[in-house]
């Protein structure tokens, strides 16, 4: 829906879907992990991918990394509808341009090598010249705060804490010079005290190298404080999306009202704030038909049961998928009414 | 091993207790919440057993009388009595943690030792139990020592907040104390370490460095290295935790006490 002729994203996702098939072969069924799932992602831009665990947050990751073909949909990286010009293994240029940071910095790492092997790799892989390589690790140590890096680069994985296994991760993303980061939680296993900095890393990366992010987490408030804009998902299919700021202020969706009056706030009493809906996450083996929040939604209504909603402007910049927001046949009052999209 | 210390559990030292004491002062006056639900849980085990082993345990009951009180505590937190003959694996996360809730309450202890209870679960399902323990609470009167890393969540939640740094206390006082004039260094700075959903936008640092090594912590103050406010006494000395307010302990050597 929403066109950029003049500058076209860096990435571009349409409809992307998965679906796993589960069962013998005479009851096949399929985990609908991932549906219609469409975005962009521009250059410099953190775009933040928030869900509960089964969302289909790391589904949508590992589809564009290409670890594994979607069911449908399509991948426009760079204007190129990567999945066509590329149908069966990704190229070397694209996994060099669409790099990952994964969720665990002690399974990430291997354990038998130096921090330095596990730069050069990446450097030998993607860039045939050799020469200056050593130099170059010790840069990629510096820019990511590991002083003194030629202390570092001999060190093995076991001698370094959470936070600095995970600077090494991204150290390693950023050796081969990538476009897209693909970050999976990336803090969610640090130390509390030491989160925002490597927070602070991806932001600094961003502004600095115009490197497009995808940050995936459970934690609305990182999502906030470094999501330039936030996608929120639920079982498989992303239901909002709007500027960070303008989603957590304004959230259209009822499931991402529900998820934000569930965030601990400090500031305001636990007695004063109750949960609207309960229940959990439903099965996404063969789903029914209709909004996926369907069964738990506090203004659920009949259509929501039927058919799932399509993409609908609440704002400039804002959509949702809710049948509360579609245009409404008997004209029922919305409190913002959808914006035509130019 | 125990090095040293006292546990005094309503003046007696739990630490004087024989074998046998111990097992009756286990679970019928200290229960426990673990944080993986699926691993505290027997996975071949219906969990009306699994409920009913502790009643039969500690209590001289029926087989068929235990069942019942096993359905009715499922009930209590919030799950149907027709799931008694469910195993662990046809249940949620979020009811997997309800059932060992269940299992910790079995006895009616007058404490419960909640371990990161909620912290593999998702944030409204953490809210939903978190709701009901506190709901539980009020209603049965027992008390809570809630483990955590999540501070916002202990705010929002507890009565009173210790902080640890590195195996020791260094601050112990009222929630809302620990939000408003956190003294030790080491709590503002984990309360900086925190972005926030609602208000401006603001630059956080969180604290630099990383945990120490409790193989050979630093000498003096164990946070001393990270601290920005650090003073050559911090290097030496280790601060003993003091009374600086009514309700107010810290470990630090830069905070003056304010007694009254």
Same mark, same amino acid.
């Given at each position: 829906?929403?066109?950029?002729?003049?500058?076209?994203?860096?990435?571009?996702? +349409?409809? %992307?879907?998965? #679906?796993?098939?589960?069962? /013998?072969?005479? !009851?096949?069924?399929?985990?609908?992990? &991932?549906?219609?799932?469409?975005?962009?992602?521009?250059?410099?831009?953190?775009?933040?991918?928030?869900?509960?665990?089964?969302?289909?947050?790391?589904?949508?990751?590992?589809?564009?990394?290409?670890?594994?073909?979607?069911?449908?949909?399509?991948?426009?990286?760079?204007?190129?509808?990567?999945?066509?010009?590329?149908?069966?293994?990704?190229?070397?240029?694209?996994?060099?341009?669409?790099?990952?940071?994964?969720?665990?910095?002690?399974?990430?790492?291997?354990?038998?090598?130096?921090?330095?092997?596990?730069?050069? +790799?990446? %450097?030998?892989? #993607?860039?045939?010249?050799? /020469?200056?390589? !050593?130099?170059?690790?010790?840069?990629? &140590?510096?820019?990511?705060?590991?002083?003194?890096?030629?202390?570092?680069?001999?060190?093995?994985?076991?001698?370094?804490?959470?936070?600095?296994?995970?600077?090494?991760?991204?150290?390693?993303?950023?050796?081969?010079?990538?476009?897209?980061?693909?970050?999976?939680?990336?803090?969610?296993?640090?130390?509390?005290?030491?989160?925002?900095?490597?927070?602070?890393?991806?932001?600094?990366?961003?502004?600095?190298?115009?490197?497009?992010?995808?940050?995936?987490?459970?934690?609305?408030?990182?999502?906030?404080?470094?999501?330039?804009?936030?996608?929120?998902?639920?079982?498989?299919?992303?239901?909002?999306?709007?500027?960070?700021?303008?989603?957590?202020?304004?959230?259209?969706?009822?499931?991402?009202?529900?998820?934000?009056?569930?965030?601990?706030?400090?500031?305001?009493?636990?007695?004063?704030?109750?949960?609207?809906?309960?229940?959990?996450?439903?099965?996404?083996?063969?789903?029914?038909?209709?909004?996926?929040?369907?069964?738990?939604?506090?203004?659920?209504?009949?259509?929501?049961?039927?058919?799932?909603?399509?993409?609908?402007?609440?704002?400039?910049?804002?959509?949702?998928?809710?049948?509360?927001?579609?245009?409404?046949?008997?004209?029922?009052?919305?409190?913002?009414?959808?914006?035509?999209?130019? | 091993?125990?090095?040293?210390?006292?546990?005094?559990?309503?003046?007696?030292?739990?630490?004087?207790?024989?074998?046998?004491?111990?097992?009756?002062?286990?679970?019928?006056?200290?229960?426990?919440?673990?944080?993986?639900?699926?691993?505290?849980?027997?996975?071949?085990?219906?969990?009306?057993?699994?409920?009913?082993?502790?009643?039969?345990?500690?209590?001289?009951?029926?087989?068929?009388?235990?069942?019942?009180?096993?359905?009715?505590?499922?009930?209590?937190?919030?799950?149907?009595?027709?799931?008694?003959?469910?195993?662990?694996?046809?249940?949620?996360?979020?009811?997997?943690?309800?059932?060992?809730?269940?299992?910790?309450?079995?006895?009616?202890?007058?404490?419960?030792?909640?371990?990161?209870?909620?912290?593999?679960?998702?944030?409204?399902?953490?809210?939903?139990?978190?709701?009901?323990?506190?709901?539980?609470?009020?209603?049965?009167?027992?008390?809570?020592?809630?483990?955590?890393?999540?501070?916002?969540?202990?705010?929002?939640?507890?009565?009173?907040?210790?902080?640890?740094?590195?195996?020791?206390?260094?601050?112990?006082?009222?929630?809302?104390?620990?939000?408003?004039?956190?003294?030790?260094?080491?709590?503002?700075?984990?309360?900086?370490?925190?972005?926030?959903?609602?208000?401006?936008?603001?630059?956080?640092?969180?604290?630099?460095?990383?945990?120490?090594?409790?193989?050979?912590?630093?000498?003096?103050?164990?946070?001393?290295?990270?601290?920005?406010?650090?003073?050559?006494?911090?290097?030496?000395?280790?601060?003993?935790?003091?009374?600086?307010?009514?309700?107010?302990?810290?470990?630090?050597?830069?905070?003056?006490?304010?007694?009254?």
């Amino acid at each position: 829906m929403i066109t950029q002729a003049a500058n076209q994203p860096l990435l571009d996702v +349409r409809g %992307l879907t998965k #679906h796993f098939p589960v069962g /013998g072969l005479m !009851r096949r069924r399929h985990v609908h992990a &991932l549906n219609q799932a469409s975005f962009t992602l521009d250059r410099g831009q953190v775009v933040a991918l928030v869900g509960e665990s089964g969302s289909g947050k790391s589904t949508t990751a590992r589809l564009l990394t290409r670890l594994m073909p979607p069911t449908a949909g399509e991948i426009i990286f760079d204007g190129q509808d990567i999945l066509k010009t590329e149908p069966r293994k990704a190229s070397a240029a694209y996994r060099r341009q669409v790099q990952m940071i994964f969720q665990d910095p002690f399974g990430s790492l291997n354990p038998v090598h130096t921090i330095g092997h596990h730069l050069e +790799r990446p %450097l030998h892989i #993607h860039r045939a010249e050799a /020469g200056n390589i !050593r130099e170059q690790v010790l840069e990629l &140590l510096a820019t990511v705060g590991l002083n003194p890096p030629a202390d570092f680069a001999d060190r093995y994985p076991y001698e370094l804490s959470g936070g600095q296994r995970q600077r090494v991760s991204i150290a390693r993303a950023l050796a081969v010079n990538p476009r897209i980061i693909l970050a999976d939680e990336p803090i969610s296993m640090l130390d509390v005290s030491i989160r925002m900095g490597v927070l602070n890393l991806i932001e600094r990366l961003k502004e600095e190298r115009g490197i497009g992010f995808l940050y995936i987490t459970h934690d609305l408030a990182s999502a906030r404080y470094i999501g330039d804009r936030t996608i929120v998902m639920y079982a498989g299919h992303m239901v909002e999306s709007a500027e960070s700021a303008e989603l957590m202020q304004a959230p259209a969706h009822p499931y991402t009202q529900l998820l934000l009056s569930a965030v601990p706030n400090p500031q305001a009493g636990f007695a004063q704030r109750t949960v609207q809906a309960r229940g959990e996450v439903p099965s996404l083996v063969d789903p029914p038909p209709g909004c996926p929040f369907a069964a738990r939604c506090p203004k659920v209504m009949d259509i929501c049961r039927q058919a799932m909603p399509a993409r609908t402007a609440v704002s400039a910049g804002h959509w949702v998928h809710c049948h509360l927001y579609q245009d409404a046949p008997a004209g029922e009052t919305h409190d913002r009414s959808p914006i035509a999209v130019h | 091993m125990i090095t040293g210390g006292e546990i005094l559990f309503k003046g007696q030292d739990v630490l004087d207790m024989d074998s046998a004491a111990l097992q009756a002062f286990r679970w019928r006056d200290v229960s426990m919440v673990f944080q993986s639900a699926l691993n505290a849980l027997n996975p071949v085990m219906r969990i009306k057993d699994q409920i009913a082993d502790v009643i039969v345990r500690h209590e001289q009951i029926s087989k068929e009388a235990a069942y019942e009180r096993a359905a009715d505590l499922l009930e209590t937190v919030g799950i149907e009595r027709s799931r008694l003959d469910s195993y662990p694996r046809e249940l949620s996360g979020g009811m997997r943690q309800r059932v060992v809730i269940a299992i910790a309450l079995a006895l009616r202890p007058p404490l419960m030792i909640m371990d990161e209870p909620t912290t593999a679960l998702d944030v409204v399902v953490q809210k939903d139990i978190l709701q009901q323990i506190e709901h539980l609470k009020q209603e049965m009167g027992f008390s809570i020592l809630f483990i955590t890393h999540d501070l916002s969540l202990m705010v929002e939640f507890s009565d009173r907040i210790g902080i640890m740094y590195a195996g020791k206390l260094v601050e112990l006082a009222p929630a809302k104390e620990i939000l408003d004039q956190p003294l030790n260094p080491y709590t503002q700075g984990l309360l900086g370490s925190f972005p926030p959903l609602v208000g401006e936008k603001i630059r956080l640092t969180g604290i630099p460095g990383s945990p120490p090594d409790l193989a050979a912590p630093p000498a003096g103050c164990r946070f001393h290295p990270r601290c920005p406010l650090a003073e050559a006494r911090c290097r030496d000395l280790e601060p003993a935790l003091r009374q600086v307010r009514p309700a107010h302990w810290v470990a630090c050597h830069l905070v003056e006490g304010v007694h009254e």
